[in-house]
């Protein structure tokens, strides 16, 4: 469908005034108004060319055909019938009589003029809405599309946001997990920490219990060999004065003083030694023995409870440490070391930046491997490179 414009409009106006000698009418390029007046050969003038139609020529120029053949330089038929030359066409009907046209018909025709071109205003007006139509409807699937592209993109950051919404509850889901789970571990190491603590306490009490019993029982000894030692000398009294009754008397108390088996046994193998024919020499050798044994008991009972309350003392100072140490590593609380505890990482090698650097990897490892005995070596470890570090410095 050929597009026409006011340039090629004045184009085929110029063109049809060079070909037959005049410039268009209405009726030329409008096959329905030729044949309705009559006038087929104007019809058939149009058939054999490629013209435009009158509507299409009075669109560019505000709907007035006059107007287009004005544009051309031309001056436009006057409205109402004229007379034509002889012989000029040949229409397939029977051409009106040249003679003059009576006066109401003459109007009649102008009328119908006049009603045709109104037709034809309406019609471009027509032809404008629809145009206007055309381009509000152009604009409006424009609209739409854009419509449809917001739309779209709105839909696929809904369906973002949703995806991320689903990540940060799967995360925060996750996270209360891994924070429960840590909670449950750290309460878990505390309650172990607490459980060492008061088995250590617990082992503390009783090995001081133990060290109160041993003491008891080495004063006991004590006390025993004391009295042996006292009927000693009451013995070697008695032998050395001569006196039967006062050396039975002297047993007979020995006997009474003494709680223990071997002082007993002297007091009895003097008594025997006075009436049985025993020399003095054997009741000093028997009660010497019997005073021997009892402060071997008393030593041997004293090393014990003194080692039992030294061992309990080491369990309690371990504990206490692992305890610390355990706070330590579930609380991040600081701990402050002991002067062996300096000593022994000031003794350990050498120092310096690169054996720091080395901790520093071996640390990382260990914790990225959630070992925790290697990550307690690491931690020792760095604090030995960072206190002889120190001390280089």
């Known amino acids: 469908m050929t597009r026409w414009t006011r340039e090629t409009i004045i184009e085929k106006i110029t063109e049809w005034n060079e070909l037959y000698g005049e410039p268009p009418c209405s009726a030329d390029w409008n096959p329905s108004l030729a044949r309705w007046r009559a006038q087929e050969w104007r019809a058939d003038r149009y058939r054999e060319g490629i013209w435009p139609s009158t509507n299409a020529a009075k669109r560019p120029f505000d709907g ?19 007379r034509r030359p002889a012989r000029s066409a040949r229409p397939a009907v029977e051409q009106r009589a040249p003679q003059a046209v009576p006066r109401a018909v003459n109007d009649a025709l102008v009328e119908a003029d006049e009603r045709a071109l109104a037709l034809e205003r309406q019609v471009a007006a027509l032809e ?37 919404r689903d990540r940060v509850r799967t ?20 309650r172990a920490a607490y459980d060492q603590a008061a088995a250590a306490v617990a082992d503390s009490r009783e090995a001081r219990r133990e060290a109160l019993a041993a003491e008891a029982r080495a004063a006991d000894a004590e006390a025993r060999a004391d009295r042996a030692e006292h009927l000693l000398e009451a013995a070697t009294a008695v032998a050395t ?69 030294r061992a309990a003392e080491d369990r309690a100072a371990a504990a206490e440490r692992r305890a610390r140490e355990l706070a330590t590593l579930v609380c991040g609380e600081p701990r402050q070391l002991t002067r062996g505890e300096l000593a022994d990482l000031r003794g350990s090698g050498p120092t310096g930046p690169a054996v720091m650097a080395n901790a520093l990897r071996t640390l990382h490892k260990a914790r990225a491997a959630e070992d925790r005995r290697a990550l307690t070596d690491a931690l020792g470890d760095v604090a030995s490179a960072a206190v002889g570090w120190r001390d280089r410095l």
Not at 64 to 82: K, N, Q, T, W, Y
Not at 173 to 184: K, M, Y
Not at 251 to 276: K, L, Q, Y
């Open 128 to 164: 404008r809405a629809v145009s206007a139509a055309e381009r509000r409807a152009a604009k409006a699937e424009e609209l739409l599309d854009d419509a449809r592209s917001r739309a779209r993109r709105a839909g696929d950051r809904e369906r973002r946001a949703r995806l991320a």
């Open 171 to 190: 995360a925060g889901e996750q996270a209360t997990e891994q924070a429960e789970n840590a909670a449950a571990d750290a309460n878990a190491r505390i």
């Open 241 to 309: 004065g001569g006196g039967t009754t006062t050396y039975a008397h002297v047993a007979v108390r020995g006997r009474h003083e003494a709680s223990g088996g071997g002082v007993s046994a002297a007091g009895d193998g003097a008594t025997a030694a006075n009436g049985g024919g025993v020399s003095l020499a054997e009741v000093e050798a028997r009660v010497a023995a019997a005073v021997q044994q009892a402060q071997a008991e008393s030593s041997v009972a004293i090393g014990a409870a003194m080692a039992a309350a």
């Open 64 to 82: 007035s055909f006059d107007a287009a053949v004005r544009a051309a330089g031309l001056e436009p038929h006057r409205s109402g019938p004229r």
